[in-house]
């Protein structure tokens, strides 16, 4: 029998499934999404998480895979108010990871599915838990695979709709801005000049761009008007032509092309789609649906 199943395989379950895994506890981890989710999203890996990947024994996949985003430049209206870079601390013995790494989700996840597999556990995609009931054997477990499971423990680690968390009747704390739309893509753009800073545009239309890390593609943030039917390429294509031209060092090219782009689930590079200067590109239906999916509204 299964000792523990893992609902959710975000960073919070592959992680507990890692550690339980190490410790030789049998271990089921389940996502009800047909395959890895591919969206940037959390872009930052702290140095407390960096030290509790080094106990798995993994920081050095993720020094290797991310970097430390140094340099960011702020635009208000068409001016440059700054444009600066702050310093890498050495690590010590008391913080051996003294900066934070930039590292879209989709790769952090990765990396964690991986250092499962060295344990010989493999997430179960198409899994959702539909229903749980406890029992003398612990909890019976509904899938809507048709499958019930019996395992001593259930660990919810199903995100902020958390299935387990409702069934259990428990409340989430915070609150959730009904009022707050933002548009969150990551998208191939051509012609954006100084594509290793962190681009944030104030005002009452904020954007932010950060290079993620591939030539040419970038995750955007896009604060989307609460009247607005829905978050789509157009509008993004709107919010991000403009900021291609802001008067800047030379090396701003005022051309630009915008691609939606997502990862394949297996994580290899997207080929780079070439260019074609001075014209805008429409993207692609499928990322945009995906967009609205998973990258809209509060609480996302
Ligand atoms: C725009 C944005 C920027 C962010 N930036 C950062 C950042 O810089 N740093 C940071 O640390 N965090 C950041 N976050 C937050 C980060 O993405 C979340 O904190 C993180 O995804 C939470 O991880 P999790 O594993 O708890 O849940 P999730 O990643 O939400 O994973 C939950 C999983 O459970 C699965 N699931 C749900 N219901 C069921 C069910 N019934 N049965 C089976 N599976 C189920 C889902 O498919 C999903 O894969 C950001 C988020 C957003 C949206």
């Not at 904020?206 to 030539?215: D, H, L, M």
């Not at 994580?267 to 990322?287: M, T």
Request: glycine share 12%; proline share 9%; charged share 25%.
């Amino acid at each position: 029998m299964t000792d523990v199943l893992v609902v959710g395989a975000g960073p919070t379950g592959l992680t507990l499934a890692c550690v339980l895994a190490r410790q030789g506890v049998s271990v089921r981890i389940v996502d009800r999404s047909p395959s890895a989710q591919p969206g940037s999203r959390g872009f930052t890996v702290k140095p407390r998480t960096l030290e509790v990947f080094d106990d798995l024994g993994i920081a050095d996949r993720f020094m290797a895979a991310g970097w430390v985003a140094a340099r960011t430049r702020v635009h208000l209206g068409g001016s440059l108010l700054a444009d600066f870079s702050i310093g890498q601390d050495k690590p010590s013995a008391t913080r051996p990871y003294p900066n934070s790494l930039a590292l879209p989700q989709f790769k952090t996840e990765e990396i964690l599915r991986d250092r499962l597999a060295d344990f010989g556990v493999r997430v179960e995609f198409g899994t959702g838990v539909r229903d749980f009931q406890a029992n003398a054997g612990g909890v019976v477990v509904e899938l809507d695979t048709g499958e019930s499971a019996q395992v001593s423990y259930l660990v919810g680690c199903d995100g902020g709709r958390s299935t387990v968390r409702k069934r259990l009747g428990l409340r989430f704390s915070g609150r959730t801005e009904e009022d707050v739309q933002v548009l969150l893509a990551d998208a191939y753009v051509e012609g954006l000049a100084h594509s290793n800073a962190t681009q944030i545009w104030l005002g009452a239309d904020t954007f932010v761009a950060r290079p993620s890390g591939e030539g040419g593609r970038w995750q955007l943030v896009a604060s989307v008007p609460p009247d607005h039917p829905e978050p789509s390429a157009r509008l993004l294509e709107k919010k991000t032509g403009p900021r291609t031209y802001w008067p800047g060092p030379a090396s701003g090219r005022p051309e630009l092309a915008v691609g939606l782009a997502l990862p394949p689930p297996d994580g290899r590079h997207l080929p780079r789609r070439p260019g074609v200067p001075g014209r805008r590109r429409r993207p692609r239906a499928q990322p945009v649906r995906r967009l609205r999916d998973e990258h809209r509204g509060p609480g996302c």
